[in-house]
């Protein structure tokens, strides 16, 4: 079953731990000095938070986390038929996690990923900016962890 992924920008993560933690009912399942994850079951949604240099206040980023590699072929398929540029990362590390991933934008630059993740990373991973995808369908620019295109 697939989870939804939100990914958001803060300028304090101890304060925003704080307040997703008591929001969540729950501690976060990864906290790292500039990073924090929540995996959701009610509502199924994988929640990151990240501060510092990986971060542009605000929501950076929305994905779909498939749990193997069907089903991220499946969501794959849909992004290449929504008809626009779909970056395809591969296998990278990104936000303390070895994954596969493609990117898309949307229509008003709002910057998607489909991925599966197949394990944990001892680094955040690159975050080149996001400035190009976002900027094929005319957004401002933000950066987090997809490649330039």
């Known amino acids: 079953m697939k989870r939804l992924h939100v990914h958001v920008g803060v300028n304090d993560l101890d304060q925003s731990i704080l307040f997703y933690s008591t929001l969540f009912d729950a501690e ?8 924090a994850k929540w995996m959701l079951d009610d509502p199924r949604v994988n929640f ?3 501060a510092g240099m990986h971060a542009r206040k605000g929501i950076e980023h929305l994905g779909i986390q498939a749990e193997n590699g069907d089903e991220l072929a499946e969501v794959y398929g ?4 929504a008809g626009r540029p779909v970056l395809e990362e591969g296998k990278t ?3 303390y ?11 008003d630059g709002i910057v998607w990923e489909a991925f599966h993740t197949s394990g944990e990373a001892t680094v955040y ?3 080149p ?10 957004a401002a620019p933000g950066q987090c962890c997809a490649p330039a295109m």
């Open 93 to 95: 590390t990104c936000c």
């Open 78 to 81: 849909r992004l290449k038929s």
């Open 48 to 50: 990151a938070i990240s």
């Open 125 to 127: 991973g690159d975050s």
């Open 129 to 138: 900016a996001l400035d190009a995808l976002a900027a094929s369908a005319g």
């Open 97 to 107: 996690a070895k994954s596969e991933k493609s990117w898309v934008a949307d229509p």
């Open 28 to 35: 976060p399942s990864v906290v790292k000095k500039d990073y």
